[in-house]
């Protein structure tokens, strides 16, 4: 189907009768539509097939059946016949000059190739070239490929140029063409090369130059004519990465990137300016691009912010700091101004030279402490470019007073038994300094640094240094100095006396063990002593050091007693580790002091088992089904012991009541199996004796219980005919019986009343049936 066709032009068709069946298209985005029932394919919008070459559809036909119509589909292709509608497009229009030499070019050189395109396809695509215009005898063109050849040999002149149209024409009906114009021009020999008047140019610059500003011109000359003398310039390679170009033609110098004096001062470049000739000749010129400097970096202090001290009392023009800032200019551009602009500049002065700073004023540090000055930095030249600082001064304070302390003497009292390291008091010292040389120092001095105390240095604390139970003196004096940071001279110091009272005090007599711990035997008869608990008192007082011991706590049952004076444990009652496995007792020492000191320690006894416990089963009833087979297993016995290992386990179990009639045995490790067949409606339930040894040592202990075996039932008899007895209470106001009795009939009772009916069925498979049916609420109860 061709491109261009008008719309709803049929271009398929697939009748196979009227009116049988529909049909319907899926591809509603295509240009074509279907006609429901002749099925004629029409187009709906102009096809290009440069654009869209062929379509595949999916036509659907279905019956016309009134209650199950039936369909299927088909895939139809639809390929896009070209026209030819595409002129041809040369790649390259207008062409560029070809120069030709009359001596280099023989008959047949090839001089250039000229090629178009054609968007149309097959023989609308196929292009045929030809030649025309002045000269054309001069040249030829391949048809086919658009090569043009030299066809004559060419005259030796000047300057001579010729311009060929050359056409291009496709193969389609009617046939399209396209042209475009080459002009050739002939040219003489190259005589001469380019000439720098100078070999090196020098040209100078400032740093600040803006990126694409002309530098700079350079120019060669060239005696020949024509494009051989026109001059190209390029720079050389190994200045390519240099920060400018030169223009080809022009020989203009342009910056290409910023410039910086503090990074590069010089460039040296090679530029290469080359002729037009067919054999070019070329001349090299050395070029030097001098970086001027400008004031474009401020000064830099070496530090953002100094800090200094000047001792208070100093006389006036101290020196008190040198600040510097250095500058990355260069000459003038880097000579630097140093000032003050904020601060106290009444006090300070500053070098504007050097940036040294003295005192303007002599200083009191209890009236100032510090000052904070802003200096600034700042270069001489064009822009006046800074940068600022700030300088800290702190005053020294100098040691002018002494520290004195605040009561001449200092009282404090303490008793024996307080740990080491306890406060006992401060005592305090001033000075009128300021700062650090304020600040007091407190120091213990001559023999009171025996005594056991310690003091404070900057705190004037007193605490113990040491134990004071052996501390043979009742009262301590102990002599402090204060003095502050300042160099000791003479009369710089202070000194006070301490007066420490040392009370006597009832410690708590002390255990010799932190704890205590033995192992008793349950059967350990009462009586028996245990362990043996003591204590100590440091007290220096004799009867301070006679204790009474006590158990105050965990003796369960009165297990334990202590002998009050030696602290001898005894076993107080019989033991019994099942009950009883260990005992925690918190004993007590008290000393006869006035008021009595009592200390504690704690005694572990763990009761040692021993075999006075005999096993016993777990249970003593299981079950076993009827008809089991001689030898089946009917339980594993199991069993358990009170005592610990090794009075437990491994355990041996026997039946005492064994006999060649007995329907069981039991073998040593507790497995039950039976000996004869058991019928339940002979023995329903045996009663074994079963004993059961522990391995405990030295003698081993054992029980015996009664094991009940019950047998269950098997469906293993017929049944039988048996009696029963039915008893009915009526309340209504009459019964109605009826009584069928046949041997080989059903029996029936049967009542009813307003409110509720029985009925009974007793039949000859003696099976009982009973049915109670509530008339209002209907409920019904079957007995069998």
């Known amino acids: 189907y061709g491109q261009g066709f008008p719309f709803g ?24 539509a279907i006609e429901e029932t002749f099925g004629e394919l029409l187009t709906t919008d102009f096809l290009d097939r440069e654009t869209v070459a062929f379509y595949t559809l999916t036509v659907i036909g279905m019956d016309m059946h009134p209650t199950q119509p039936l369909s299927s589909s088909v895939l139809v292709t639809v390929l896009v016949g070209d026209i030819n509608d595409h002129w041809p497009q040369f790649l390259d229009s207008p062409f560029n000059k070809i120069y030709i030499f009359c001596w280099y070019f023989s008959t047949g050189s090839v001089v250039c190739a000229v ?9 609308n695509a196929e292009l045929q070239y030809s030649l025309y215009g002045q000269s054309s005898d001069l040249f030829s063109i391949n048809p086919n490929s658009g090569t043009l050849f030299l066809s004559q040999t060419l005259k030796e002149s000047e300057n001579e140029s010729f311009t060929l149209l050359v056409v291009a024409k496709d193969q389609g009906f009617p046939p399209l063409t396209s042209q ?44 020949d004519y024509g494009p051989n003398g026109v001059i190209k310039y390029h720079i050389s390679p190994d200045s390519q990465y240099f920060p400018v170009s030169v223009g080809e033609f022009s020989g203009l110098l342009t910056l290409t990137r910023e410039l910086d004096f503090e990074k590069e001062t ?9 002729d037009g000739g067919w054999i070019a000749k070329s001349a090299w010129l050395n070029v030097t691009l001098i970086v001027m400097d400008v004031n474009d970096n401020p000064p830099v202090f070496s530090l953002s912010e100094y800090t200094t001290t000047v001792p208070e009392n100093s006389k006036v023009r101290t020196k008190v700091l040198d600040v510097k800032a250095t500058d990355m200019d260069s000459g003038i551009n880097a000579q630097i101004s140093y000032s003050f602009i904020a601060g106290s500049l009444d006090k300070f002065a500053i070098d504007s030279r050097n940036g040294s700073i003295t005192t303007l004023d002599v200083f009191d540090y209890e009236q100032e402490q510090m000052f904070d000055l802003t200096i600034k930095a700042s270069n001489t030249a064009r822009h006046n470019l800074f940068s600022l600082a700030h300088v800290i001064i702190h005053i020294q304070d100098l040691n002018e007073f002494s520290p004195t302390f605040t009561k001449e003497s200092f ?37 009171g640094k025996n005594f056991g105390f310690d003091i404070g240095l900057l705190s004037g604390e007193i605490c113990t240094s040491r134990s004071l139970r052996d501390q043979g003196n009742s009262r301590v004096i102990l002599k402090v100095l204060a003095k502050n940071s300042g160099v000791i001279h003479g009369t710089d110091i202070a000194e006070t006396l301490v007066k420490i ?5 009832n410690d708590a007599p002390l255990f010799t063990s932190t704890w205590y711990e033995a192992d008793v035997k349950e059967d350990t008869p009462t009586g028996t002593s245990v362990l043996t608990v003591s204590a100590l008192d440091q007290d220096s007082v004799l009867d301070w050091n006679r204790f009474i011991f006590r158990i105050v706590d965990g003796n369960t049952n009165s297990s334990f007693s202590i002998d009050p004076l030696n602290g001898i444990v005894l076993v107080n009652s019989d033991l019994d580790r099942e009950r009883w496995p260990v005992y925690n007792l918190t004993v007590t020492a008290t000393d006869h002091g006035s008021p009595p000191a009592t200390g504690t320690t704690n005694v572990i006894v763990n009761i040692v088992d021993i075999n006075d416990n005999a096993p016993q089963l777990v249970t003593n009833k299981i079950q076993v089904k009827e008809n089991q087979p001689e030898g089946a297993i009917v339980a594993r016995l199991n069993a358990f012991d009170f ?4 009075n437990q386990g491994p355990f041996t179990f026997w039946l005492s009541n064994l006999s060649a009639e007995s329907a ?18 002979h023995v329903s339930e045996y009663r074994l004796l079963v004993v059961v040894k522990d391995a405990g040592f030295p003698l081993p202990l054992s029980s015996t219980t009664t094991l009940h075996v019950r047998v269950e039932d098997e469906n293993d008899n017929p049944s039988l005919p048996r009696n029963i007895f039915i008893e009915v209470k009526y309340f209504g106001i009459s019964f109605n019986e009826k009584w069928i009795d046949k041997p080989t009939d059903n029996i029936f009772l049967k009542t009813s009343t307003a409110v509720l009916s029985y009925e009974m069925l007793f039949n000859k498979i003696h099976k009982l049936i009973m049915s109670i049916i509530c008339q209002k609420s209907f409920c019904r109860m079957n007995l069998f």
């Not at 049929?10 to 074509?32: C, Q, R």
């Not at 001469?192 to 011109?217: C, N, T, W």
């Open 664 to 681: 069981f045995f039991l073998t040593p490790d507790g497995v039950l199996l039976t000996r004869l067949v058991v019928d339940r409606e």
């Open 266 to 274: 010089k460039y040296n470049l090679q530029i290469k300016a080359t």
């Open 501 to 505: 009272s040392v009370i006597e005090t």
């Open 411 to 447: 009282s404090f009292s303490v008793y024996k038994n307080v740990p080491v390291g306890t406060s006992i008091g401060k005592v305090k010292a001033t000075d009128n300094d300021s700062g650090p040389e304020g600040e007091v120092f407190y120091l213990m001095f001559g023999h």
């Open 115 to 123: 090629r178009a395109i054609d968007g149309d396809t097959d023989m």
């Open 9 to 32: 032009e049929v271009i398929w068709s697939k009748l196979t009768g009227p009116y049988l069946f529909l049909y319907f298209m899926e591809n509603h985005d295509a240009p074509f």
């Open 180 to 223: 475009t114009e080459i002009t050739f021009e002939i040219i003489g020999k190259n005589h001469y090369s380019p000439r720098f008047s100078e070999p090196e140019v020098i040209f100078s610059v400032p740093e600040d130059l803006p990126v694409g500003s002309v530098a700079g011109k350079i120019q060669a000359e060239d005696g």
């Open 643 to 646: 005592d610990l290992p090794p």
